[in-house]
């Protein structure tokens, strides 16, 4: 680093950064972060203002989660899945499906946007989907379970569609 580098020159404002996850069509525009670009990564991009100003492209960025992280989805998503999703179908009125293997196909339909298994190698789906992919399954389920049965009618509707 020379005299007329900073720690700070290095930095890529991040502000105008969106983060695409898997091919998702809503990107998420990440707000409070910043990239740190090695020396390498500079070479033949001029100054990091330029790059703050005109760079523009796709970035890969493979989030791993931890296994306990992992698990513990997994057993959320089946739990409500598998018990929780039946017995308030079987327990209130309103709700399109009633068994658990419905309820698990709503949920990963809707997390890859579209039939699951062409989206997903491998069975088990939950222990085949990518980790983003999981995250989604399991925000839907728990969508499900803290919502009104409509939530649940909107979502087979949409994994029915794709089915068609």
Wanted: charged share 25%; net charge negative.
């Amino acid at each position: 680093m020379t005299d007329n580098d900073s720690d700070d020159s290095r930095r890529v404002d991040a502000s105008k950064i969106e983060l695409v996850v898997d091919g998702d069509s809503n990107p998420i525009p990440i707000t409070d972060a910043s990239v740190d670009m090695k020396e390498t990564d500079r070479e033949g991009i001029g100054s990091m203002e330029d790059v703050n100003k005109t760079y523009s492209g796709s970035f890969t960025i493979n989030c791993g989660i931890s296994d306990e992280l992992r698990e513990a989805m997994e057993n959320t998503l089946l739990t409500v899945a598998q018990t929780i999703l039946p017995e308030l179908a079987e327990n209130q009125p309103g709700w399109p499906v009633k068994y658990d293997h419905c309820f698990l196909r709503i949920c990963y339909d809707n997390a890859v946007e579209g039939v699951w298994y062409d989206h997903v190698d491998g069975r088990p789906a939950y222990e085949s989907m990518t980790d983003w992919q999981l995250f989604k399954a399991t925000q839907i389920a728990l969508s499900m379970m803290n919502g009104p049965p409509k939530v649940c009618r909107v979502l087979n509707q949409r994994s029915l569609d794709w089915r068609e």
